[in-house]
């Protein structure tokens, strides 16, 4: 189980200042042309992660270092392709040649392993997907025109589209419950959820975060609430982390409703999800489930305002690209939070890029 222990945000931040010097430094140590090159294969560095993610290569390599002949025989793969592919990913960390002409995991390489305690594979095959590519190759359109790519492609919003795609659905699921993974700790650490007897995950998925938030508030209760396809993966996830029994499932659309009477509702990478319309119409299909004063927590990207790489400004994309949907500032939350019947009291920092924006229902 993931620990909750996270090093002072404080600190965390320096340490992203000092990083995002280093790294203008690295920019500026090779000619602009060359520097840009970089930036542009930044796409071909995925692809790789993503095919040995799909493939398996550090599941197999998690049994022990292994040649290249005996890895291509046990993924029944074309052993030059595959050592082509670990050269060039070795060369970027992920993989390493041991001097008995071996390969072997390094600490990058773990995460792709399916069963690593914060997986990447899932979002390493999410994004490297067929399906995936093909949206973020009309791109260019979603910037001509502001609208999103998968509704003018798939004839269907995204959530729609998956629900008739299982194998991808899978893989969005496996991307989602390890990103969620990654920053369970992080979220968990950062805010106090015991003082509530009752919490709702709204869009909880198959319910990670409500399984570590329960860990982390002994005495209270959750409600996971998602659609009906999603929660039905979530039985043997709860069990697995022994909160099965405090946890009542809930299947449903939050366009429609949200179960009555939590004391607070969590809503993690759910409002980034929609446009401003539809994000107010969740908001108020909660605010009319909840009590005067009830909680409400938003946890996302806040948008900050340096201009300073930020995780959050690329996954704004993504919304795009995939659903017509945005991260925002603070203000911009504040806006929506109002419009609905909530006020903003505070936005909690984590060590990680999510914040956590409390609200109250007035
Ligand atoms: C980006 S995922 C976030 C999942 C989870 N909160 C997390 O952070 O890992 C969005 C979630 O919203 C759920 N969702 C989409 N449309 C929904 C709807 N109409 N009603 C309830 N949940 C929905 C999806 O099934 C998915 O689990």
């Known amino acids: 189980m993931t620990s909750t222990k996270a090093p002072p945000t404080k600190i965390v931040r320096a340490i ?4 995002h010097a280093l790294y203008r430094i690295h920019q500026r140590s090779a000619p602009p042309a060359a520097s840009m090159m970089e930036l542009i294969m930044g796409a071909w560095i995925s692809q ?15 049994n022990g270092p292994a040649t290249g002949e005996d890895l291509a025989r046990r993924l029944n ?3 030059d392709a595959l050592c082509r592919m670990l050269r060039a990913l070795i060369g970027i960390g992920v993989f390493r040649h041991r001097s008995d002409g071996r390969y072997e995991l390094t600490a990058l390489a773990e995460t792709l392993r399916t069963d690593s305690p914060v997986s990447m594979a899932g979002m390493a095959r999410w994004v490297g997907s067929a399906q995936h590519r093909e949206h973020w190759s009309h791109l260019a359109d ?10 003018a492609l798939r004839g269907k919003p995204i959530f729609d589209y998956l629900a008739d795609e299982p194998a991808l659905a899978g893989i969005f699921n496996q991307a989602m419950t390890g990103l969620s993974e990654s920053s369970v700790t ?16 709204i869009g909880g998925g198959q319910g990670r975060l409500l399984a570590a938030i329960l860990a982390s508030a002994a005495h209270a209760r959750g409600v996971l609430f998602d659609l009906p396809e999603v929660v039905a993966g979530a039985p043997a996830l709860l069990r697995q982390y022994g909160v099965e029994d405090r946890t009542r499932i809930d299947p449903g659309s939050f366009f429609e409703s949200a179960p009555k009477g939590a004391d607070a509702y969590v809503l993690k ?26 909680r409400l927590l ?7 305002d340096h201009d300073r790489n930020f995780h959050g400004k690329w996954v704004d994309i993504e919304m795009l690209v995939v659903a017509n949907a945005r991260e925002r500032t603070a203000a911009e939350y504040r806006q929506l939070l109002d419009t609905a019947g909530f006020r903003l009291t505070r936005v909690v920092d984590t060590v990680g890029p999510l914040s956590i924006l409390e609200a109250v229902a007035i």
């Open 16 to 19: 992203e200042r000092a990083r």
């Open 48 to 62: 790789l992660i993503s095919a040995a993610a799909e493939l398996g290569v550090a599941d197999e390599l998690a």
């Open 77 to 79: 793969v074309d052993q």
């Open 142 to 151: 979603a910037i001509r025109t502001g609208s999103a790519v998968v509704p």
């Open 186 to 201: 992080a979220v968990v650490a950062a805010y106090d959820f015991s003082r509530f007897a009752t919490i709702a995950d």
């Open 269 to 294: 990478h759910i409002i980034h999800d929609w446009p401003d319309d539809d994000a107010v119409r969740i908001l108020q299909n909660i605010r009319t489930a909840a009590r005067r004063g009830t």
């Open 298 to 304: 938003l946890i996302e990207f806040v948008i900050p």
